[in-house]
């Protein structure tokens, strides 16, 4: 199983950008999809964005256009570029990693193991 560690959140106002990290303990993330969700006070958590092992990325509608997941193979690491926050972004952000989970699961919480997280809040 590969290990996660996210690292970026912070307060920012409305309308700033912040970067998120999540260095995984795997040499390399081929064959890995890489993931984050969130989850905002009193709600579930959801899924937020995904690469897929292939390259593929999906987003949730709520940050399409705004924020952006990359990879960087150097590092064994995935960023979640966030830009034009919105105080609906304020949550605990997860990163995870899986080589097992399945295209039809990606978005499904369930599927991973959690760490700690990373606190974002946006203030208006």
């Known amino acids: 199983q590969v290990q996660v560690v996210e690292s970026g959140g912070g307060l920012v106002q409305a309308g700033a950008s912040l970067r998120l990290s999540c260095e995984a303990s795997?040499?390399?993330?081929?064959?890995?999809?890489m993931v984050w969700f969130r989850r905002a006070p009193g709600k579930e958590r959801e899924f937020v964005a995904a690469?897929?092992?292939?390259?593929?990325?999906f987003y949730a509608d709520a940050v399409k256009g705004r924020f952006s997941i990359s990879k960087d193979s150097a590092k064994s690491a995935v960023y979640l570029q966030m830009n034009s926050l919105k105080p609906e972004d304020t949550a605990v952000y997860y990163c995870?990693?899986?080589?097992?989970?399945?295209?039809?699961?990606?978005?499904?919480?369930?599927?991973?193991?959690w760490g700690q997280g990373t606190q974002v809040t946006v203030s208006s």
């Open positions: 995870a990693a899986s080589s097992r989970v399945i295209l039809s699961n990606i978005r499904n919480p369930t599927a991973y193991d």
């Open positions: 690469r897929w092992r292939s390259g593929t990325v």
């Open positions: 795997a040499r390399t993330l081929s064959g890995v999809t």
